[in-house]
């Protein structure tokens, strides 16, 4: 994605950027939530479940720093599908 911005786009998305911590536990996204905003990891381990039809909950994954969410469901403007809560 980065290569496909100037200099100066990186600048504006950089200069609106917001820290944000989460205790362990915390759910960041809920499940057929909207989301306001694009999470890019910097510390700590991030949980992506989903609850399936019969209402057990399953990990897909386990994000950790690097990886990003968020952006899928903002832009579609569709709830989220996955809950995602720090570890």
Do not use: C, K, W
């Given at each position: ?7 100066e ?79």
């Amino acid at each position: 994605m980065a290569g496909l911005l100037t200099y100066e786009e990186l600048e504006q998305i950089a200069a609106r950027a917001v820290y944000a911590h989460f205790d362990s536990g915390h759910v960041i996204l809920a499940e057929g939530a909207m989301s306001d905003a694009f999470y890019i990891i910097v510390g700590g381990l991030v949980e992506a479940a989903i609850t399936l039809p019969d209402r057990t909950r399953t990990v897909t994954e386990v994000l950790e720093p690097g990886s990003h969410f968020g952006i899928t469901t903002m832009l579609a403007n569709e709830p989220s599908f996955l809950e995602l809560h720090a570890q």
